[in-house]
């Protein structure tokens, strides 16, 4: 005879809570500006247009998942539209995502797990919160969706080039 096997909840198994992903990708967008300011200076100072391109590159692709990871937990945390946006705009300035994210911390915006579970709660029966608890009993599949479309905005912005044209 075999034993049950005990196991514990995916995100429990993980560690990756909604704070825990949220600070790292925060701390991660506010670094890679620290990349490209660096190479704005080396390109300023040295004339090595490369650093920019490789620092922006990395920033550009950090910013988008900081972007869908920001809205992910807006959406999880039940955050309101204007919090949520707040988020997002947070990653514009450069390292503002950390101030948001020791604010989000200390005022409990941040607290709990990934919500997987219906409650009584009537917006859980919403078929949008539906489709959220489905994608976040799928983490792998979430995850790889969340980075198609990041690649995918990265590729096509990539393509139309920067928003203003070399003079």
Do not use: C
Request: glycine fraction near 6%; proline fraction near 7%.
């Amino acid at each position: 005879m075999t034993e049950p096997r005990l196991t514990a909840p995916p995100s429990t198994t993980a560690g990756l809570t909604p704070k825990k992903l949220y600070r790292i990708v925060a701390i991660a967008e506010a670094i890679t500006w620290t990349l490209l300011i660096t190479g704005l200076i080396l390109r300023a100072t040295l004339d090595l247009s490369i650093a920019v391109t490789i620092g922006g590159s990395i920033h550009g692709f950090v910013f988008l998942a900081y972007g869908a990871t920001a809205v992910l937990t807006a959406i999880n945390q039940r955050w309101s539209v204007g919090l949520g946006l707040l988020a997002v705009v947070t990653a514009i300035i450069p390292y503002a995502t950390i101030p948001f994210d020791i604010w989000a911390h200390r005022t409990g915006k941040l607290e709990g797990d990934w919500r997987r579970e219906a409650t009584d709660d009537p917006r859980d029966q919403r078929w949008f919160d539906r489709l959220v608890r489905w994608m976040l009993n799928h983490p792998y599949l979430l995850a790889a969706l969340i980075l198609l479309a990041v690649v995918v905005l990265f590729t096509v912005l990539l393509i139309l080039g920067p928003p203003v044209p070399k003079a």
